[in-house]
């Protein structure tokens, strides 16, 4: 397999010798510094090498040819250049904001009861294993004067889950969108998601799934509302 000559570097200890970052920190005093004692040395600090300037692909290669007993087979010359493809499609969230995804679709309108988009499909990476998690989300509002295009839900759902996200994280960021742009009396938004980092990994249980919630306004306060 090919490597890059960074790849796989980590630099412990007096990594820069001379310039204080890598002296060794027992305790000194200096002019307006309290004593300095020994960190353990899970606690000090780590160098890793600057792979900005590696390409992606060379750096997919790399993960292949570490996890993989035959990385050089013909079925995986072009993984790498799927695989960033693909990731760029999963992460496109981060080159999307939620005035990108309202456009021109709000509207004044003289409407004051709940409008509410269910089953609004979503697919996201959880960040802490980067495996996808997929589900529903509910999108409620009660109206204060405007309304949204009901695919603009959708589409806030979309710039928040193509990202890497936790699925509370992700509630809310739904929720405040549409809190800040429609500026209702009340929003609600409920995520359902099933978990791939729990169901073949880890733990393993296939039936299980998330469900969170995020509340404003008058879904807070009101329980009659939720």
């Not at 998330?210 to 879904?219: K, L, P, Q, V």
Request: proline content about 6%; glycine content about 8%.
């Amino acid at each position: 397999g090919r490597r890059h000559p960074d790849a796989g570097l980590l630099v412990h200890g007096n990594f820069l010798s001379g310039s204080g970052f890598g002296e060794d920190p027992v305790a000194t005093e200096g002019v307006g510094m309290g004593p300095r004692t020994r960190s353990p040395a899970s606690e000090r600090p780590t160098l890793m090498p600057d792979l900005s300037k590696v390409p992606f692909q060379d750096l997919i290669r790399e993960i292949i040819t570490r996890l993989d007993t035959d990385p050089d087979r013909e079925g995986l010359d072009r993984t790498p250049e799927r695989v960033e493809t693909s990731l760029k499609f999963l992460t496109q969230g981060y080159q999307m904001t939620p005035e990108d995804a309202l456009g021109d679709g709000i509207f004044e309108e003289r409407h004051h009861n709940m409008v509410m988009v269910k089953d609004i499909e979503l697919y996201s990476l959880c960040e802490h294993h980067l495996l996808p998690f997929f589900g529903k989300a509910h999108v409620a509002y009660i109206p204060d004067g405007k309304i949204m295009g009901l695919s603009k839900a959708a589409r806030l759902v979309e710039v928040f889950s193509r990202r890497f996200q936790v699925q509370e994280r992700l509630t809310e960021q739904i929720a405040q969108a549409v809190w800040d742009s429609v500026q209702p009396m009340g929003v609600g938004v409920v995520v359902e998601a099933y978990h791939l980092c729990m169901m073949m990994r880890g733990v393993e249980k296939q039936n299980s799934f998330a469900i969170t919630s995020s509340m404003r306004g008058a879904f807070e306060s009101e329980s009659k509302t939720r």
